[in-house]
T-cell receptor, first 112, second 114 residues
């Protein structure tokens, strides 16, 4: 079945470091891909998305490119801040039904 | 005020008890979802509803039931709670019109079953 796999956390970085969180997916069709972020004590918020191959989603300095050939959607940020500390979820969704399939989440901790 | 609210925010209950988690939204969306979050497992879909008369099971519906009382309200019930239902529960909404596909999440309900 369809699934999403993320790199295990926690990931601990110093402020201004470069961030990569790996995400790969298994899908029978051509889903849309998403990154959601969960700040401590809050629900999930959409961070960025891409709906077709080679699309790049971006928001708040974060970027991810939909790579069909490697079935990946890695999240990157050039310079992280303490306020980026959160849990990041990669997810896929097909048009019909609107159901999201989530990865297990990757916790990011950014130290001053 | 928050667009998607969940009550209660925290609940401790005992094995065998019936419990209801409630979700309300002011976004005017027709689609609503219930997920549970467990450490290391991400979020898993329990039930979803496309409108008041359309309710569907998700991947882990056993032991749960739902009620869509109105477009704005979607309740999740545990008829006889068991300890492995201890988790963080999230409600979400989405709007199918206009081509948007973003899901908006509530703040979550932390449920502990002793």
């Amino acid at each position: 079945g369809d699934s999403v796999t993320q790199m295990e956390g926690p990931v601990t970085l110093s402020e201004e470091a470069f961030l990569t969180i790996n995400c790969t997916y298994t899908a029978t069709g051509y889903p849309s891909l998403f990154w959601y972020v969960q700040y401590p004590g809050e629900g999930l918020q959409l961070l960025l998305k891409a709906t077709k191959a080679d699309d790049k989603g971006s928001n708040k300095g974060f970027e991810a490119t939909y790579r069909k050939e490697t079935t990946s959607f890695h999240l990157e940020k050039g310079s992280v801040q303490v306020s980026d500390s959160a849990v990041y979820f990669c997810a896929l969704r097909y048009n019909q039904g609107g159901k999201l399939i989530f990865g297990q989440g990757t916790e990011l901790s950014v130290k001053p | 005020d928050a667009d998607v609210t969940q009550t209660p925010r925290n609940r401790i209950t005992k094995t065998g008890k019936r419990i209801m988690l409630e979700c309300s939204q002011t976004k005017g969306h027709d689609r609503m979802y219930w997920y549970r979050q467990d450490p290391g497992l991400g979020l898993r879909l329990i039930y979803y509803s496309f409108d008041v008369k359309d309710i569907n099971k998700g991947e882990i519906s056993d032991g749960y039931s739902v009620s869509r009382q109105a477009q704005a309200k979607f309740s999740l019930s545990l008829e006889s709670a068991i300890p492995n239902q201890t988790a963080l529960y999230f409600c979400a909404t989405a709007d199918r019109t206009g081509g948007t596909d973003t899901q908006y999440f509530g703040p979550g309900t932390r449920l502990t079953v002793l």
